[in-house]
């Protein structure tokens, strides 16, 4: 409830969002600038009304952990892609696809992936012991992409990642890349990205059709949980079906392979951090580049955040990327340190001070089979050596993820 004792959030100046509008900056530079000028609890206004930054810890807690009721999420920008799957449903119909779904990626759920995640990473080491040998040049993005789609295609469907399937699947990563520069208008974005969006569907629909012909397979993966669930739920549509596996595929391969793109950069920069616990190279790397790097939420009722008014209508961006810079939290924040993830390292005890995957109610489904798979690959991969990259991004790509805004070729250094 709102009391007389509130105050309105504090507001960045106009004149400093004019300053960012004529640098032609990205998002992420006016959210800094507000963040730094203003604090953890932030307004700035893009239009009539103030959108609120929110990187404070325990203010990231109260919009996501304690009051997801309070404050939701909308139309995904991501839903052209995904449709209604978990990732943008909302309301009831996101609560019935999340318990279906929320079995089979924690606990015992987990289990039945070992496996598959297990050979993924061995195909991908078999390839990288032959680049050691011949000193060929290859490109780590590229390798990446491979193993985490190999992996989650393995959990989705029970078999590995074929080329022609991972041919058509680059159509998932042209329409990711191209959301930024999109149109606003629905439609119209849709229709730039027509051709990628119909090569997903033909996957999708395959796959769809080939689970439905291997009711034998010994261990079918997501995809036949997804079409037992319609012999029971009439809402489940060979649509939606197709809506939760694309999503799956973009959240499942996509993070990973962005995280893990990020940490071989971040060795070449910090070679002694190679010692390092595979488990804190990983949650390093999340900290830095998490998989989540801005979450949106808007106000559906009137409320009190921190002791601010925030009105009904709000449009609220929670940011893990710049809490986890904060250095009122993280000592030295841009400096990459394992050793903060140690079982005796120093890092915040503050829910809401690290959040790489989201919390709360919506936090990432499939954060186990990340982190598994991530230690998977590198207690493999790390043991072959060092790379040498031969050329380097000069950024970070601001879009679902933080990605690397070039390519990564390198090779095992001699």
């Excluded at 609120?52 to 991501?78: E, F, I, N």
């Excluded at 208008?185 to 689970?211: C, G, K, M, P």
């Excluded at 009722?301 to 986890?324: F, K, Q, S």
């Amino acid at each position: 409830m709102v009391t007389t004792d509130t105050v309105p959030v504090p507001e960045l100046t106009p004149e400093a969002v004019e300053e960012w509008r004529a640098e032609e900056a990205e998002l992420v530079d006016l959210l800094a600038r507000a963040q730094r000028g203003v604090g953890g609890i932030a307004a700035f206004r893009l239009g009539p009304t103030p959108t609120v930054l929110v990187t404070d810890p325990a203010a990231v807690q109260h919009v996501l952990g304690r009051h997801p009721d309070r404050y939701v999420k909308r139309s995904h920008r991501a839903r052209m892609l995904v449709g209604d799957g978990v990732l943008s449903a909302t309301g009831e119909a996101w609560k019935r696809q999340r318990r279906l779904l929320q079995s089979q990626f924690t606990g015992t759920g987990m289990r039945r992936y070992e496996q598959r995640i297990a050979a993924a990473a061995r195909r991908t080491a078999t390839r990288w012991e032959g680049y050691r040998r011949s000193g060929e040049t290859f490109d780590v993005a590229e390798e990446m992409r491979g193993f985490a789609l190999d992996t989650v295609w393995r959990a989705l469907t029970g078999l590995p990642l074929d080329a022609r399937t991972d041919a058509e699947l680059r159509s998932v990563e042209r329409v990711v890349a191209a959301m930024p520069t999109l149109p606003t208008n629905a439609a119209d974005a849709r229709d730039t990205v027509a051709e990628d969006l119909a090569r997903i569907d033909a996957v999708a629909q395959a796959a769809i059709d080939a689970a439905r012909g291997a009711a034998d397979l010994p261990e079918p993966g997501v995809l036949r949980v997804l079409l037992d669930a319609a012999d029971q739920h009439p809402e489940y549509t060979d649509r939606l079906i197709r809506d939760e596996l694309v999503t799956l595929l973009v959240a499942g391969h996509e993070t990973t392979a962005t995280t893990l793109t990020w940490l071989f950069l971040l060795l070449d920069d910090n070679p002694g951090a190679r010692q390092a616990d595979p488990h804190a190279l990983a949650s390093e790397t999340l900290r830095l580049y998490p998989s989540a790097w801005l979450l949106p939420r808007h106000a559906v009722e009137d409320d009190v955040l921190a002791g601010h008014r925030i009105a009904a209508g709000t449009d609220v961006l929670v940011c893990p990327y710049l809490t986890h810079r904060d250095p009122a939290l993280w000592p030295d924040p841009e400096r990459f340190d394992p050793a903060r993830f140690a079982p005796d390292g120093a890092r915040p005890a503050q829910l809401g001070a690290y959040l790489p995957f989201g919390l709360g109610a919506r936090a990432c489904l499939g954060t186990q089979f990340a982190l598994r798979e991530t230690t998977a690959l590198l207690d493999l991969l790390l043991p072959l050596g060092p790379l040498e990259f031969r050329s380097r991004p000069t950024g970070a790509a601001y879009s679902i993820t933080v990605r690397p805004n070039g390519p990564t070729p390198a090779a095992f250094r001699r």
